[in-house]
Each structure stands twice: as structure tokens, then as C-alpha cells.
């Protein structure tokens, strides 16, 4: 199995390659021997990687199904969360038809395009719902979405990105109008340069029941790799977007030009990460090999490791899940500012002191006035104290200083070893 893999970890790969495919779906025979499992770690990982949803129509493949008392939870979880999951898409149709009547071209991408490809849709879940808007309608697309009952909810919007939230349907919306938030940067320069956002590409399609206007495949795939390697940089990704990619390149595969492709990829300094990444999805799920032909092969180790972080979604302190805490320090490595010095100690103190590209958003008046930044450092360190006094009394899962900067090592290694992030020269 490898040094980092275990069997559970392959039967959660193996339970997610069974429901993208529909085998076993009856539950007819049982396949696995529940003995033979620990069962609540099972559980775990698909509960961390958002996929209780996509893998209960495999709970009857257990010898103890309908006894065991994980897997009836497995199975009242996947319950509760198709009725959820229906009830956003009957919002979205409310905002897509609110689009139409008043001429905005809503650009739906991610989430609908790629469940409506899963063999029971509303079994993916889904955090939000995102939608791109040119800069001229944005302001209307606003209004429009609080006249069907979508309210801003401030505390959890970025500077470019109102969310807004629909309780009736339990909705949330991402509302853009640039597909790279507030990110800025080199690589972020080269995205904008892709147009990945171009009406004349742009196709209208038929998903989950509704017509909607999305990216063209080609820009949705670069998107989304873009999206997943955001994650794993600045936090950490789970393993549904290995499913979400086999069945996009499965079904939309043939409107790819993979040369063109792998031109972006190489552009942005992705293409070490996909390849593996891909790798996997092939290894594992299934997915059309035809993307990675003449690509060299990829050795098991980085397979294996790339695996085990995304199942574990980077997790190193068993009894915390506050990744988004090292955010603002990874930043600045995934939009090229910022690279790995060698020194530890150099990295410690970019940590502590970092240069005003290398600031977070909020700090942004240091990144105009360079004479403030000892200020914006002492109002980081403020911020610090603050969010570790509320959290820590709240929750108790917030990364003591010793902690984040261990997280962070860690994620730069990964970063290191999947060409994502360069080291000074």
C-alpha cells in the first residue's frame, strides 16, 4: 500500500470509484466485511471530504448493513443532505429565471456543471453557489438577488465578493466579477491574460434541470485546476475534486484541446501538480487517459503522499481543523509574490515581518504606504492575539504560533515538491 496509505484509505478511494460509476448500486451482494474496517475512520474521511452524499448508495455493500451504527448514520447524514441540496437548486432556479427576465447574463460555473454529472446530482454537496457577472451588470445582479430574498452577509465576504445567503432555500451565493477574487499577483496577472471569462467561448447548458449560460469546457478545466491548487496551497483540498475532475474530463474530455491545455498549465507553473493530480484520477477512478499521452509517468511516492494530504485534507493536529489560519501566509507563494527561501529562519521572519506584496488584504493600506507597515505588522500581531482569545475560548481548535508555523512548513514542502513554489535563488 505504501508508506502513506492504509486500507481504509483504499476503500474510501475504492467506495468514491463505485458511486462515480453507479457499480453496486443495488447492494444486491456485499463486497466489503465490516469487520475488517474501522469503520468511524471511514466515516471520518468521508465526512472531512464532503462525500457522506456520493457514497450512500454503497452502504449496502457492507456485510453489517442496517446493523452497524455508523453506517445507519452514514445513511440518515446522506438523507438529510439530499433534501438540502434540492432545495439550493430550486433557489437557483429562482435566480436563474430572475436573470433572464431582466437580460443579466448570469455565469454559473463550478458546482451545477460538475453535479449534474454525478449519477444522482443533489447527492454532491455544495457550500455556495458561484456565479460570475460582468462589472457593468454587477450592481443590478446585486438588487436582483435581494429582491428574491438574498441578504449580504458581510462577515463572510471578500473585498471583490459579496455573499449573500437565502435562508428558505438554505442558498448561498458568491457573487463575482473577476473568477480570481481578490487575489493579486504574477500568476494572476497570466490568468487575466487567459480571458477565461470571454462571452464569445462562453456555451449554454442543461444542468440539473435548468439552463444555464457557463465557461466553455476548455476554461472551466483550467479554472478549476486553478481552483483546486488554490486550496491546496493556501489550506489544504479534499479528494471529491479527483471526482469532480475524472467525470468532467470523461464527459467534456473530447472539447479539450489538451495541448493547448498543458500550454496554460506550464505557463502558470501548474503542470507538476495536474500531472499527478490527474495521475491519480486515473489510478484510482478511472477517469480517460488521453490527457496525460506523452506525458511522463509519475513516481508512486509523490502519488501517494499527494493522496494522503487530500484525504486527510493536510490535517496535522488530529483535534483542530482550523487550516484557514495559515491562509494569509500562503497567499503570497500561490500568486507568485512571494518565494521559499532556504533558511528556515528566513522564512520564519517573512512570517513574522512579511513585505508588503506579502500582506494579506486587510493590511492593504501598508501595500500603498510603505512608512506603514510596522504599523500594519503590530495591528497583524493584534489581530492575532484577538482571533486566538475567541476562537481558542469558542472552539479551542485555533494554532497556537508554533502550530501555524509548523502548518505552513509543511504546506511549502508541498508546495516545494510540486513545482508550486520556487526557492531563491
Known amino acids: 500500500m505504501g508508506e502513506y496509505l492504509n486500507k481504509e484509505i483504499v476503500l474510501v478511494m475504492d467506495l468514491l470509484r463505485r458511486s462515480i460509476e453507479s457499480e453496486g448500486r443495488d447492494g444486491s451482494s456485499s463486497v466489503y466485511d465490516s469487520n475488517q474496517y474501522d469503520l468511524k475512520k471511514v466515516y471520518s474521511m468521508l465526512q472531512k471530504n464532503n462525500l457522506i452524499g456520493i457514497t450512500s448508495p454503497m452502504i449496502g455493500l457492507f456485510s453489517d448493513n442496517g446493523v452497524d451504527e455508523v453506517l445507519n448514520a452514514w445513511r440518515d447524514t446522506a438523507k438529510w ?8 437548486y430550486i433557489g437557483l432556479r429562482e435566480i436563474v429565471k430572475a436573470g433572464n427576465e431582466k437580460d443579466v447574463d448570469l455565469v454559473i460555473f463550478k458546482g451545477p456543471v460538475i453535479a449534474d454529472l454525478y449519477p444522482q446530482y443533489a447527492l454532491r454537496y455544495s457550500a455556495d453557489t458561484d456565479i460570475f457577472v460582468e462589472e457593468g451588470k454587477f450592481e443590478m445582479t446585486l438588487e436582483l438577488l435581494n429582491d428574491i430574498g438574498y441578504k449580504s452577509k ?11 445567503v437565502n435562508e428558505k432555500y438554505s442558498s448561498v451565493v458568491e457573487l463575482h466579477k473577476y473568477l480570481w477574487e481578490d487575489y493579486t499577483g504574477p500568476r494572476i496577472e497570466i490568468l487575466k491574460k487567459l480571458n477565461l471569462t470571454d462571452k ?13 449560460l457557463t465557461l466553455s469546457h476548455e476554461d472551466h478545466l483550467v479554472y478549476q485546476m486553478f481552483h483546486i491548487i488554490k486550496h ?25 484541446d489538451y495541448k493547448e491545455f498543458w500550454r496554460k498549465m506550464k505557463l502558470l507553473e501548474f503542470d507538476g501538480f495536474t500531472i499527478v493530480f490527474l495521475s491519480l484520477c486515473v489510478k484510482y477512478l478511472g477517469m480517460n487517459a488521453t490527457v496525460l499521452e506523452g506525458i511522463p509517468d509519475v513516481d508512486t511516492e509523490s502519488e501517494d503522499l499527494l493522496l494522503f494530504d487530500m484525504i486527510t485534507k493536510g490535517v496535522l493536529y488530529e483535534t483542530k481543523s482550523a487550516a484557514w489560519q495559515i ?10 509574490n512571494e518565494h521559499i527561501s532556504e533558511s528556515k529562519w528566513k522564512r520564519l521572519f517573512k512570517v513574522m515581518f512579511p513585505a508588503p506584496k506579502a500582506l ?11 512608512l506603514l507597515l510596522p504599523f500594519a505588522w503590530f495591528h497583524k500581531g493584534i489581530n492575532y492575539l484577538v482571533g486566538y482569545w475567541k476562537v481558542k475560548r469558542t472552539y479551542g481548535d485555533w494554532y ?3 502550530e501555524k508555523l509548523a502548518m505552513a512548513e509543511y504546506r ?14
Open 200 to 212: 464569445s467561448k462562453m456555451i449554454k447548458v442543461n444542468v440539473c434541470g435548468i439552463d444555464m
Open 232 to 256: 491546496f496551497s493556501t489550506q489544504a483540498v479534499g479528494i471529491r475534486y479527483l471526482s469532480d475532475i475524472t467525470l468532467f474530463i470523461n464527459a467534456y474530455g473530447e472539447f479539450v
Open 327 to 336: 491562509l494569509g501566509i500562503m497567499t503570497p507563494y500561490l500568486v507568485g
Open 81 to 88: 443532505q439530499l433534501i438540502r441540496e434540492y432545495n439550493k
Open 400 to 402: 497556537n504560533a508554533n
Open 154 to 164: 458581510k462577515d463572510d465576504a471578500k473585498e471583490e465578493v459579496p455573499v449573500l
Open 360 to 370: 494579506p488584504d486587510n493590511y492593504s493600506y501598508a501595500k500603498k504606504f510603505v
Open 412 to 425: 511549502l514542502g508541498l508546495m516545494k515538491k510540486y513545482g508550486l513554489a520556487k526557492e531563491y535563488k
